[in-house]
């Protein structure tokens, strides 16, 4: 019988392994074939680029308000979202940063850019110029702090090149010229930084900042004239290669909200965006099919009615171009999404190369959506809806933890029974990961945050009662079960492209941009954590063959012993690990690391090396397991044809600025753990976690030497979620989050283990 019983979980294991190993292969090409260069090479003549500028403009506000040229933009070319995440808040920093192609910071010098004769602080432009730099201006329009502001972007940790994007054109040999700006009360001529090369300057743009006339009766007494817009765009487009046109009006209008009256609000905001309309069915129709044209927003509104939204539109449309379709960046490998650092190397690669590449000098992505539109207007929602409430469901969720933790520990010291009525709390909350990756598809409309919390709640007391049956037939085999179902959902969700995680609380929202693909921290741990749980005590569920700690023989023989359950297991660990090491799925270095780490201890505990007379072959398995895991990763990440991942990005800048790069990349990732260590919530999770674990393993007194005799899998199971722990938090530039993660699949089983043995609560043993 117990022959029998060890044979069907060896079988089922099998079964699952095979079924995910056949998911890699059917999606292995997916992510290789996405990015497609599209054809954009005009019928004669020169290339050229029309960047149409409009900031403070939201995709809602757009879709809303479009008039028939911007309906018809919307219908027919390449739309998406971008992210317009800048090294510092600011319609400064957002202009700055599409120029640079990095995310750079700018303050409110950002706007001081002029023409030779303007009188600036008394003196002639040109000669404060002069007075800064020590040379005079060579180009029509000078930005006065281009210097100042790339000694600022110095201390942002990474690499940001100011007048990137101008420096690129000039090598080229090609022109650009500034049309329009956004004065309020203040220089606001921000679009200079988009074109100007490192020393601050652009070629063309003398006259370009006459299409804005004064108006009494508009914010701060300016607006943009559609016809002088137009014609001096126009015009320069005779002169140069790029042509950056500012439209000012939305961002002195969403400046100026709050001394309107409610009806002088909609009556400007109308009358803006019919202005905008009118400005681009001229300039479509005059630019014909020989411009490609751009309509960029460098940072969202505050105050307009869109005020609050995060992800901006971005629309291409290009020679040869078709639509209407969904654009993709290699940077973010997601539809409908691009990133501000991709704009500078789209333009300069399209005039230049002919072809669309973007930060990674990958191919932009055409993705033929019905209603592209109307996609993103959901993908906006949904984004929005995400990072509203991703800090309150997070934190909620991470401060039950630790109450409900921190309460069963005070009752094990007091010896009071009534802990067990925490227990179902504690199942509860070790399924909420499961639940919120779950979320996206069971909904589709976003949720109030009362309906929100209910769902969720309710979504965890679900399968809390679906797995009350395993719990009453062996404890264990209620925390195996909820260990693999978390774990293999993630794992096939990461394969067939994360389209759950990435809409996800726990997930990396598009707006936050620290992560765009692959696996996030948050799952990253609960993948390893759940992991562990699930497999640590498949052994002891099926059937007892030899005792661990009775094993006999060498220490290599032991190791390499392979019925088909341990082969089962470590073929689901190997699986883990390529999965998270491969740029096409996981995309995850320190995930891969962590993941070594504790499926090695894992191993270890397995074979019988966890005594300390077996330190040595305890030490080996984890090196061999870490050493194997990091072959996988540079083979995996050599230059390739497919997608390029952070690892792969950061090989090649190491390849470029050798020694220099690498360090500043540890400076950055080490700034930024200790930062959520600091002021993170995770930091108290786990705190709470790790030490609840530490203090189990010595009180009882005597409850971990009866453990590791009646439980060895469970204390198998918590040294390698404390190793993977470790692990994740050294490796990862957010490590303490993926840390926490893991030991919240460690430390409530644990507890109620030992709160079941020690208080003999009837109904609760391990093997009862």
């Known amino acids: 019988m117990r022959l029998h019983a060890r044979s069907s979980v060896s079988a089922a294991a099998l ?37 149409l500028v409009v900031d403070r403009l939201s995709y809602r506000d757009l879709r809303q308000k479009a008039g028939p040229a911007l ?68 180009g029509e329009l000078f930005h006065l702090h281009a210097l100042t502001l790339q000694e600022r972007n110095q201390t942002l940790g990474y690499p940001v090149a100011v007048g990137y994007l101008g420096e690129l054109l000039a090598g080229a040999g090609l022109r650009a010229a500034v049309v329009g700006h956004a004065d309020t009360d203040a220089p606001g001529r921000s679009a200079v930084m988009i074109a100007m090369d490192r020393a601050g300057q652009v070629a063309l743009g003398a006259n370009g900042f006459n299409v804005v006339v004064d108006d009494p009766l508009y914010p701060y007494g300016k607006r943009t004239d559609p016809e002088r817009f137009t014609a001096a765009a126009l015009s320069y487009l005779q002169e140069a290669h790029l042509v950056v046109a500012d439209y000012g009006d939305l961002a002195r209008l969403d400046q100026y909200w709050a001394q ?86 789209l333009v300069y690669s399209y005039l230049v190369e002919g072809a669309f590449t973007a930060s990674n000098g990958r191919a932009m992505a055409v ?62 909350l070790v399924l909420v990961p499961l639940v919120l990756f779950l979320l996206p598809g069971l909904i589709r409309e976003p949720l109030p945050p009362l309906w929100t919390a209910a769902v969720i709640a309710g979504g965890a007391l679900l399968f809390v009662f679906a797995l009350y049956p395993l719990k009453q037939k062996d404890y264990l085999l209620f925390w195996s079960a909820l260990g693999l179902i978390t774990a293999v959902a993630l794992l096939a969700d990461t394969i067939c492209g994360a389209g759950l995680q990435q809409s996800s609380f726990l997930g990396y929202d598009p707006i936050g941009g620290s992560r765009y693909y692959g696996m996030g921290n948050e799952y990253m741990g609960a993948l390893i954590g759940s992991a562990i749980l699930g497999t640590a005590g498949l052994p002891g569920l099926a059937g007892p063959g030899e005792p661990v700690n009775e094993l006999h023989g060498p220490a ?26 491969s740029p096409r799925f996981g995309a995850n270095l320190g995930g891969t690391i962590a993941a070594a780490a504790a499926f090695g201890t894992v191993w270890a505990g397995l074979s019988g090396f966890m005594e300390k007379r077996h330190l040595l072959p305890l030490v080996l398995t984890i090196l061999a397991f870490t050493a194997l895991a990091l072959g996988l990763l540079y083979l995996l990440n050599l230059p390739q044809q497919g997608p390029v991942s952070h ?8 390849r470029q600025r050798g020694f220099e790069g690498a360090w500043e990349t540890a400076l950055r990732k080490m700034s930024m753990n200790w930062r959520l260590i600091r002021y993170s919530i995770w930091s108290r ?73 020690h208080l003999s609560l009837p109904g609760e043993r391990g093997s009862e």
């Open 685 to 757: 999770a786990f705190a709470t976690l790790i030490g609840l674990l530490v203090i189990l393993f010595f009180y009882p007194v005597g409850i971990l030497r009866k453990l590791k005799k009646e439980q060895p899998c469970l204390v198998n199971g918590a040294a390698a979620a404390l190793a993977g722990s470790v692990a994740a938090l050294l490796a990862n530039d957010s490590g303490i989050v993926a840390a926490a993660m893991v030991l919240l699949y460690a430390a409530p089983p644990v507890l109620m283990l030992i709160v079941s043995e």
């Open 367 to 428: 993705n033929d959506v019905p209603e592209p539109a109307a996609y993103l207007e959901r993908f906006a929602a949904w984004s929005q809806w995400v990072f509203q409430l991703r800090a309150p469901v997070v934190k909620g969720f991470v401060l039950a933890i630790i109450a409900v933790l921190l309460a069963g520990l005070a009752c094990l010291f007091l010896r009071l029974p009534a802990v067990k009525r925490l227990f179902f709390i504690l199942e509860g």
């Open 260 to 345: 309107l009256s409610p009806e002088r609000r909609e009556e400007l905001f109308t009358a803006a965006m019919a202005s905008l309309d009118r400005i681009i069915e001229d300039l479509l129709l005059l630019c014909g099919d020989e411009v490609a044209f751009m309509l960029v927003v460098p940072s969202p509104p505050v105050n307009l009615p869109g005020g609050g939204d995060q992800l901006v539109p971005f629309i291409m449309a290009w020679p040869g171009g078709g639509g209407p379709t969904l654009l993709s960046s290699p940077a973010t490998r997601r539809e409908g999404l691009v990133s501000n650092i991709d704009v500078a190397p």
């Open 556 to 581: 290599w023989r032991r190791a390499f012993r392979l019925d088909p359950l341990r082969l089962a297991i470590l073929l689901f660990y190997g699986l883990v690990i390529f999965v998270l090491a």
């Open 647 to 654: 690892l792969g990005s950061f090989g090649e800048m190491v």
């Open 15 to 51: 079964a699952v392994v095979a079924l995910l190993i056949v998911l890699v292969a059917l999606n292995w090409g997916r992510a290789a074939d996405m990015f497609q260069v599209p054809a954009a090479a005009p019928s004669g003549g020169e290339r050229r680029l029309l960047m």
């Open 71 to 138: 309906q018809s933009l919307l219908d027919g070319t390449a739309l998406s979202l971008m992210n317009v995440r800048a090294g510092r808040a600011g319609s400064e920093s957002g202009y700055l940063s599409l120029g640079a192609g990095a995310r750079a910071a700018a303050g409110l010098e950002g706007g001081r850019a002029f023409r030779r004769n303007e009188i600036v602080e008394g003196y002639p432009a040109a000669a404060l110029y002069q007075r800064y730099s020590g040379r005079p201006p060579a």
